[in-house]
C-alpha cells in the first residue's frame, strides 16, 4: 500500500476545492475525484466521494475500489450511494 503522509491543510484546500466545484455545477449533488495531495493516506485505489446536503454543506468520504467513478453523472454517483448506504 502507498501510503501519503496527511497535510493539516489539505482538508480546507478539499473543501474549497469543493465548493468551486459545485459552484461552476450548480445543478449536481454529487462529486468523486481523487484525493488532493496529503487529504488521504489511502492508497492509490482511493477516491473521494463528496454529497452536497445544502449549497454550503458537504460530506466527503474516502472511498476504495472505485476509481472507475472519478468523473461520474450524479445519477452513477447517486446509485453507488444508495448501494452503499442501503434501505433506511
Do not use: K
Request: some cysteine.
Amino acid at each position: 500500500m502507498n501510503r501519503q503522509p496527511l497535510n493539516p491543510n489539505a482538508q480546507g484546500w478539499a473543501s474549497q476545492n469543493d465548493r468551486q466545484f459545485f459552484l461552476r455545477h450548480p445543478g449536481r449533488q454529487y462529486r468523486c475525484r481523487r484525493p488532493l495531495p496529503g487529504e488521504s493516506d489511502g492508497d492509490r485505489g482511493q477516491v473521494i466521494l463528496v454529497i452536497r446536503i445544502t449549497e454550503d454543506m458537504r460530506i466527503r468520504a474516502a472511498v476504495d475500489g472505485m476509481t472507475d467513478l472519478v468523473g461520474a453523472s450524479d445519477e452513477e454517483l447517486a446509485d453507488v450511494v444508495n448501494d452503499l448506504v442501503g434501505p433506511r
